[in-house]
T-cell receptor, first 114, second 111 residues
Framework: KAGVTQTPRYLIKTRGQQVTLSCSPI?????VSWYQQTPGQGLQFLFE???????NKGNFPGRFSGRQFSNSRSEMNVSTLELGDSALYLC?????????????FGPGTRLTVT | QKEVEQDPGPLSVPEGAIVSLNCTYS??????FMWYRQYSRKGPELLMY????GNKEDGRFTAQVDKSSKYISLFIRDSQPSDSATYLC???????????FGAGTRLAVHP
């Protein structure tokens, strides 16, 4: 069974630009969550999508947004990039809501903002 | 104060040693307790989870949860150099898919 895939794996952007990251969950998984990982703050929850609806949101500014498609694939978008947005962005999938204990992570997208 | 506290280490042990990794937490609503392993430049890999209090064993790994003390542990027996990684504890409340992570403990097992 294929795992969670994320594209692209690496990205370099300039301050002020916007970026879109993509996540394909494990087949059959309907919940997708996004996390940001930085050396200073560790792993922090961004948001969760289930049935194409955002179900939960972390404490991040509105520049961070996402969506989920009918096939459960998800994208996240960051607008007006700042230097502090440089991080590893991780996507995790699970069967459904209430399955946080069985979330499986992708390899992440490493975003560098210059 | 963070909801989940974890000593970042680093922790260096000789091959074959028993490793003890720990986390404390403050939110009594947490019911699921997970341990993830993350190798450099990779995504976190789910090792095991425990529901509520008690112990769970999987091969060389044992997870313990003490809800009365708000304290969880992961023990690694007969540690191997391939166990060298960052170990992250994570917790969640029932019905939520939001994981709260500890800072991660960097473990090095030397031959």
């Amino acid at each position: 069974k294929a795992g969670v895939t994320q594209t692209p794996r690496y990205l370099i952007k300039t301050r002020g630009q916007q970026v879109t990251l993509s996540c394909s969950p494990i087949s059959g998984h309907r919940s997708v969550s996004w996390y940001q990982q930085t050396p200073g703050q560790g792993l922090q929850f961004l948001f969760e999508y289930f049935s194409e609806t955002q179900r939960n949101k972390g404490n991040f500014p509105g520049r961070f947004s996402g969506r989920q498609f009918s096939n459960s694939r998800s994208e996240m978008n960051v607008s007006t990039l700042e230097l502090g947005d440089s991080a590893l962005y991780l996507c995790a999938s699970s069967l459904g809501r209430g399955n946080a204990h069985e979330q499986y992570f992708g390899p992440g997208t490493r975003l560098t903002v210059t | 104060q963070k909801e989940v506290e974890q000593d970042p280490g680093p922790l260096s042990v000789p091959e074959g040693a028993i490793v003890s990794l720990n986390c404390t937490y403050s939110n009594s609503a947490f019911q699921y307790f997970m341990w993830y392993r993350q190798y450099s430049r990779k995504g976190p890999e789910l090792l095991m989870y425990t529901y509520s209090s008690g112990n769970k064993e999987d091969g060389r790994f044992t997870a313990q949860v003490d809800k009365s003390s708000k304290y969880i542990s992961l023990f690694i027996r007969d540690s191997q150099p391939s166990d060298s990684a960052t170990y992250l504890c994570a917790m969640s409340a029932p019905g939520y898919n939001k994981l709260i992570f500890g800072a991660g403990t960097r473990l090095a097992v030397h031959p």
